[in-house]
């Protein structure tokens, strides 16, 4: 590689390179591929994530709850008041067999049938124990599966909660001083830095995202730069050039893989940058601060893990794009590379996940893992310099296996018709066909 | 060292289809060029014109047999021989997305012109063919002819001595075919060496010095207009294609 960039195939790989580049970015579909999609997806995502589950949230917020209270003890009385206090809450009568004192399997009966046709959203009743005169067993009954139910039932507890607090709190108070049982109070310490937590976050989330990128990144290009030249009918055109061939393919390769790199970066970018700007002060308000910060030293190696992997998805996709001679042929080809490279990675979402040598050699799956992990802070030397060597011996066999094909003069040339499979079918019939490969 | 800017030996090309089998689309094509004249390829569709010429343009590699540009192999020395030619067909469309100017530039730095003189030969370019209004214009904004005149800019962007126009007429209006043809007599007077290839007869006779006459992918004749009239008999090269391609036909069916 070093002797192919030196000299003139030097020059004029970065010359081919550069019109490739300058040319893409006059393009609108690799506009919005490499630079828009990337940027937009995770601010435009979180918006209608947030603003969905906002809406939704206050429109159940702003339902009544229609509730019944059956068989309630004359003693707790008070639980009615606090109810009636709750603008949210409307009491609705019991059946009356209910409200006289009947046992559960009644109010299952009446309010169970009420709750089900949606005539009432939840149901309070008491049972009283056997153990002791006078206990009971505060029972609210609701339909998890009907959102407006399970929001009264959750309201009925909550009021009951703080009821049955106050009771016990006054019970507690005649029997010993305040100033004992506050001797036994309950914290939770968490260990974690608010970046710590910011990190796990981004970690389950970031590689998928960053890995279907990547790929979203490649594929348009990869199928321009080949299957584009033919449609355009630019092909032979470039083919008069002075270059060499592998010149020209490894121009086309480079061009692919940095506008892959470059989707991938401005992926990760932008869903750190969202994530901390949109979701950082959502969850503000819980017990834990969460930050989404990478970490400075761990750049490098997510900018390594983006051009690995933009490097073999793009020589995975140029492989066989070489093979169309039209942009539909092209993502007909592409498209299957395009799933096959995201769909491992979809499995890596279990929390506790780490690079293993294992993982290392199996190629896409080991890049996300690493920007897992790079994520994370952590970085496991050995598995990692595993990856790099995996993915950097995957590119060299996919770009000897893409210029091997390419000599093939039918290939070359956009009169070969098929796919890969074809080529390898009528290659390996020995005799079928008289050799045509062109110098390189 | 070969006096002969282009020459062939036995070049031939086959190829296979599943259908049809084999196809021999040139057969033993051999033929030079002499230094600053137009050579012309007169054939039907389907003669093997095309083909000959994207063998030493090397798009296409010869089955059998070699050609070579100022004695550069088109077998061992495909770059040393694109360096030399500039090819200009009517399936070599310009990049779109580019501009006149970048892609002058282009081609003449990838074609080996020495970077000091890359940007004093775009702009000499722009201005011998008038498109500096539009220089900076996208391609795929420009007309048919705009496009046309950059296609002769980019295949003569790197001063090659040796220049391959394969049909180039085809597709253009009469206004637009007549200036193209102005431009190849033009560069004949530069010194370059062309090779035409066209179907159409008033051209051949109009352009070349020598024409060769291919049918099913052999030269059957190559002389000059007048050899060629001298031989048949006939005035008109219409009547001497058909004389030649109908002799060529007997001997053929003879054979079988």
Redesign the interface.
């Known amino acids: 590689m070093t002797r192919i960039l030196a000299g003139a195939a030097g020059?004029?790989i970065r010359?081919?390179y550069l019109?490739e580049l300058?040319?893409?970015f006059?393009?609108r579909n690799v506009v919005i591929n490499t630079v828009l999609l990337p940027v937009l997806l995770y601010p435009v995502l979180l918006w209608v994530l947030i603003n969905g589950i906002l809406l939704v949230r206050g429109q159940a917020e702003k339902l009544e709850s229609r509730v019944a209270v059956a068989s309630l003890p004359a003693e707790h009385r008070g639980i009615l008041e606090r109810l009636a206090e709750n603008e949210r809450i409307a009491i609705e009568p019991a059946a009356d067999g209910a409200a006289a004192g009947a046992r559960r399997e009644t109010l299952a009966d009446d309010v169970e049938t009420r709750i089900a046709a949606g005539d009432l959203d939840a149901a309070l009743g008491f049972e009283p124990l056997a153990e002791r005169a006078g206990d009971f067993r505060a029972v609210v009954v609701h339909d998890s599966a009907r959102e407006a139910s399970a929001n009264a039932g959750t309201r009925l507890l909550d009021v009951l909660r703080a009821y049955r607090d106050d009771w016990l709190r006054t019970r507690a108070a005649a029997l010993v001083e305040p100033a004992e049982w506050d001797g036994f109070r309950l914290e939770r310490a968490n260990l974690a830095t608010s970046a710590q937590m910011g990190a796990m976050i981004l970690g389950l989330i970031a590689p998928l995202y960053f890995v279907i990128m990547v790929a979203v990144g490649c594929m348009y290009p990869a199928v321009d730069a080949t299957a584009g030249e033919h449609e355009?009918?630019?092909w032979?055109?470039t083919?008069?050039?002075?270059?060499?061939r592998l010149s020209i393919v490894t121009a086309k390769y480079l061009y692919v893989t940095t506008l892959g790199f470059i989707a991938g970066v401005l992926n990760l970018t932008a869903m750190t940058l969202s994530l901390g700007s949109v979701l950082a002060p959502m969850m503000a308000g819980d017990q834990e601060r969460v930050g989404f910060q990478v970490p400075w030293t761990m750049l490098p190696w997510l900018l390594l893990g983006a051009l690995l992997l933009a490097g073999s998805i793009a020589a995975a996709m140029m492989m066989v794009a070489v093979f169309a001679r039209s942009f539909r042929e092209g993502q007909a080809l592409v498209t299957p590379v395009y799933l096959l490279s995201f769909l491992p990675v979809l499995f890596l979402g279990r929390e506790g996940l780490e690079l293993t040598p294992a993982l290392a050699v199996i190629p896409v799956v080991n890049v996300a893992m690493l920007v897992r992990e790079v994520l994370g802070g952590s970085l496991p030397w050995g598995p990692a310099a595993l990856t790099v060597g995996v993915e950097l011996a995957l590119i060299a066999v996919l770009l000897a296996v893409a210029s091997r094909v390419i000599r093939h003069?039918d290939v070359l040339?956009g009169?070969f018709i098929g796919g890969p499979m074809t080529f390898l079918r009528q290659r390996m019939r020995r005799g079928s066909?008289?050799p045509?490969?062109?110098?390189p | 060292m070969s006096e002969a800017p282009v020459r062939t030996a036995g070049l031939s090309k086959s190829f296979w289809e599943a259908s049809r089998g084999r196809i021999d689309a040139v057969a033993d094509v051999t033929f030079s060029c002499r230094p600053g004249e137009i050579f012309g390829f007169l054939g039907a569709n389907g003669a093997g014109k095309t083909t000959t010429l994207r063998m030493l343009a090397t798009i296409l590699s010869p089955t059998a047999g070699d050609a070579w540009i100022y004695d550069h192999s088109v077998l061992r020395e495909p770059q040393e021989v694109r360096r030399c030619l500039g090819f200009y067909s009517a399936s070599t469309a310009l990049y779109p997305r580019l501009t006149a100017a970048e892609t002058l530039e282009l081609f003449a730095r990838i074609n080996g012109l020495p970077e000091p003189r890359v940007r004093a030969r775009r702009d000499e370019l722009i201005a011998r063919f008038g498109i500096g209004k539009y220089a900076d214009a996208r391609i795929e904004k420009l007309s048919t002819g705009m496009k046309q005149k950059v296609s002769i800019a980019r295949t003569i962007a790197h001063d090659p001595p040796v220049l391959v126009f394969d049909e180039p007429t085809v597709g253009l209006d009469v206004l637009n075919a007549i200036e193209l043809q102005k431009v190849i007599a033009e560069l004949r007077s530069e010194g370059k060496t062309i090779l035409f290839s066209t179907h159409i007869m008033s051209e051949a006779e109009r352009l070349c010095d020598r024409i060769a006459i291919i049918h099913q992918g052999r030269i059957h004749a190559c002389d000059s207009l007048e050899g060629l009239r001298a031989r048949t008999g006939l005035h008109y090269l219409e009547d001497i294609f058909v004389r030649i391609v109908g002799e060529a036909d007997a001997l053929h069916a003879e054979a079988v």
């Open positions: 020059r004029e010359h081919l019109a300058r040319g893409a006059r393009e355009r009918g630019t032979e055109t083919l008069t050039l002075a270059a060499s003069e040339t009169s066909r008289p045509a490969e062109v110098s």
